[in-house]
């Protein structure tokens, strides 16, 4: 009876709390560039956001949510329902020049918590800002641009987040810079963070794998090798044509001296992307997608398991098909989709036959999603995969129905 | 209305199983297991499957640094036969007085290493490429009682037909437990497995290939190749039984349903006395797992060494086998090779022969006449041979 008498009180003060609500204290940060320029290098300012009160602090983030039903030649692993990720974001406004920014994500549930973004951003001229932090190495567009309420897909593209290790961040600094000319602007990004590490090459995975150096703990206390990873961007934009982007990453990856012994030579791993999106104005298609390229110095005397050359890329296609008040949401838009990707992981040639080593991946997810609002997306997935193993065996394959929703908050 | 209609609709689609990737079938694909295990045994055979086809060794968890390949599962895809990228060369034997290059990294050499190390070179010594072999039906093989596989040696060729199988006498290592009923022969034991038929049974192939191909010690094999010296343990006991276990209880492949010509490929099969080698029918023995006991099988092997000749002859053994002697394969499964070597046949024990036909041609020594026979036939009556073949 106390425990009721209890529960009861309790309601009372939480009913009487929310009544206290001032909804004016949250309110919607107003987006500042609304010139139809704007890079995936902005995507990560680019969110909404919301500031309480008169404090320099905004805050915001994403969540997302899915059930799927995967069957992997013919056997599956039934009905999943996933909490894939809970994203915040913290922004403040240290000066009008100098501000902080900040992403922490939950992957499913709190199996993984990581800090993918925390850095301190000096605007000294539109040209010269320099940043310093935990920063996402501007590696093709994905990793820049991953927030899952922008996305028609549930799941990552393979080749942005498997071969290219998307999402990918690093401790370090550099400059970044726009330029804008009529409708054109033109950007660059440059930094020095801290690299991979020889996971890359020896992991679970069974094949060279650059996500492995994120579970080396230590990654954002020292670098593996005390040698700065290169990151570098070049991206230009036309507001009627689209954005392409340019982009390098590259560094040693091998502990190659210990205690200034030396252990080996420098081992470098190289990654080249070129990305793209555009709309088709009369149409409404919107068309992003991205090409990349890596390049591993694996030792010959090592194992051909472990490929020198990997390429990959996907591109979709979202047409947007409805737009209209549907169950009240004044702002739907419902959308046909189709993702096709493709991920070579290993493009060398055995030495003992001189023929193409297979190791690759194919898969296609036609989707419809449906956005009630912009920030919020429901999305229904079917995936298809092949996937090819070393020797090119008849591909496994793999398809399933994915339903879930992705929004900011 | 018409909202609950799409809704319908659209759940109708999802729970749709045409949507999703059929089971290959049961006559496409080598892995799964026997049929009749207990809930416990299929609990083990998973746990052997995991750790077989999935447990992948890198420079963390011991992989070298000498090595092969990093897994089980890259030497045998899906259980099949092997690629010539995981082809095994041994070394260092080619007479009954053993190995002489022990010292030297014999009898395997692991010309990988992990980064930072100079793998082993071949020295100047007797060798011979082994292609690594399907698991397919290894515990029915095991299974099979000495006293049948004597009685189908012929060592003076009593019979006269040109064949003379002889089992291979080897030497057992400390850690085996030899089968109920075992038939010795003045200290050394019936081998059965491996090209040369140089291992006693699973267990010692597992954790020789654990050692020797993975570079992964165990209380089993306990030397480390690299350095020679006696280590920890890099994988446990109950692993390596796991793994034993599943390579016993590993289905047969399921032959593929004959039609005529299969049928007419079958008595070709027997006319050119094939099946004197490839012993069609045999019958296990008494075994701890009850689903392999007393069950008759179709291997195509009577797990005896025969001379195929001096083309064959590699100038390497294990054993008692004399250099130019090679235990016969079974046969089952080997329509689908090339679904486990990517598309392509690597056949015969080093992945010489390209083709079935290629691999008959290359037969010689007790298997001569057989040969002959077979450059004799028809292209149809090859064909239909052939098609035979393929349908194991």
Known sequence: MRKLLLIGLLGCVALGSAAQIDSTLLRRVPRKDTSGLLLNMDAIYNRPFLSVGKTPVAVGGYVEANWQRMTTDGVSEGHQFQMRRLTLFIASSINKRIRFLTEIEFEDGTKEINIEFASVDFEFHPLLNFRGGVVMNPIGAFNQNHDGPKWEFIDRPVSATQMLPATWSNVGFGVYGKKYRKDWVYAYEAYLTNGFDDSIISNDQNKTYLPATKLNRDRFEESFNGEPMITAKAAIRNKRIGELGLSYMGGVYNKFQSDGMVLDSKRRVDTWALDFNTTIRRTGTYITGEWAFVHVD???????????NQMGGFMDIVQPIIRKSVFGFEQSVVNVSCRVEYTDWNRDAFIETGERIADDFFGIVPALSWR????????????????????????????????????YF | MRFWIIIGVLFSVLSCEVFEPTVPADDEILDGPVPGLTAGETI????????????????????????VATSCGSCHPGDGKGHPFTTLTRFGQSDISGNQFLHQGGPQLQHRAIPGFTPEVLPNAPFARFTPPANTGLGYLDAISDAQILAMADPLDADGDGISGVPNWIDLKPYVTTRPNSIPMSGKYIGRF???????????????AYNQDIGINSTFEPIDTYSGDAVDPEISDQTIHDVVFYLKTLKVPTPRVPDHDIELGRTVFENLNCSGCHKPQLQTGTSAISSLSDQPIAPYTDLLLHDMGPGLDDGYTEGSAATYEWRTPPLWGLGLSKNSQGGNYFLLHDGRARSIEEAILMHGGEATASKNAFSALSSQAKDQLIKFLESL
Do not use: C
């Not at chain 1, 694996?298 to 020198?308: A, K």
């Open chain 1, 372 to 407: 009630p609002f912009p920030t919020t997306v429901v999305r229904l997935n079917y995936r298809y995969n092949w996937q090819r193993d070393l020797v090119g065996n008849p591909a496994s394959k793999t398809a399933g129905f994915q339903f879930g929703f992705s929004s």
């Open chain 1, 298 to 308: 694996v030792p010959e005397t090592y194992t051909q398991q472990y490929g020198r």
């Open chain 2, 44 to 67: 083990q055979f998973q746990r052997g499957d995991v750790a077989f086809n999935d447990e992948i060794f890198t420079t963390r968890n011991g992989l070298g640094p000498y090595f």
């Open chain 2, 194 to 208: 491996g090209k040369k038929g140089a291992t006693y049974d699973l267990l010692q192939q597992t954790a020789t």
